[in-house]
C-alpha cells in the first residue's frame, strides 16, 4: 500500500505533525500489524519522532 501525504510549509524552519494522517491511513487500511516507512525526497527536510 502506498500513501502519499502532501506538507506545505510557510517558515524556513517549520516542523509538521503527520500522525493523525498516517493513524487516518491504517485505520482506512484496516491494518492491525506491520511496519511505515515515511520517506522523504528532499534533501533538507527530515523525520523525527
Do not use: S, Y
Amino acid at each position: 500500500m502506498l500513501k502519499e501525504i502532501g506538507v506545505r510549509t510557510n517558515k524556513r524552519l517549520e516542523m509538521v505533525n503527520i500522525t493523525r494522517e498516517v493513524q487516518a491511513f491504517l485505520d482506512a487500511a484496516k491494518a492491525k500489524a506491520g511496519t511505515v516507512v515515511v520517506f522523504v525526497p528532499h534533501t533538507t527536510a527530515g523525520v523525527t519522532k
